[in-house]
Nanobody, 118 residues
Framework: QVQLVESGGDSVQAGGSLRLSCAASGAPVRNYYMAWFRQAPGQERKRVLTIYRSGLITYNAESVKGRFTISRDDAKNTMNLQMNSLKPEDTAMYYC???????????WGQGTQVTVSS
């Protein structure tokens, strides 16, 4: 089974950018549906973006369209989240997750904190 470790979280000003990475071990990321989730304080965890095994990308949160991009690097066995034009409402713990079949995300990283100040 795959193990996932996120990195790249930080505190930034509104309008800034961050790039999160999810390093996988134990199995190739290309074998899984991979996604980024986020959870703000007091709120439920929500899926933001998904990349299918085929490379198809779906946006699961309207609020990030045009600002966030998901990508996968099969050679490095990583998945990335490029976040531009960050807003305070993007503040959350960000998690990467993997599923063999949607929407059953069974494999999770520990999360990385993103804080956006106005």
């Amino acid at each position: 089974q795959v193990q996932l470790v996120e990195s790249g979280g930080d505190s930034v000003q509104a309008g800034g950018s961050l790039r999160l990475s999810c390093a996988a071990s134990g199995a190739p990321v290309r074998n899984y549906y991979m996604a980024w989730f986020r959870q703000a304080p007091g709120q439920e965890r929500k899926r933001v973006l998904t990349i299918y095994r085929s490379g198809l990308i779906t946006y699961n949160a309207e609020s990030v369209k045009g600002r966030f991009t998901i990508s996968r690097d099969d050679a490095k066995n990583t998945m990335n989240l490029q976040m531009n034009s960050l807003k305070p409402e993007d503040t959350a713990m960000y998690y990467c997750a993997a599923a063999i079949g949607l929407p059953d995300f069974r494999y999770w990283g520990q999360g990385t904190q993103v804080t956006v100040s106005s």
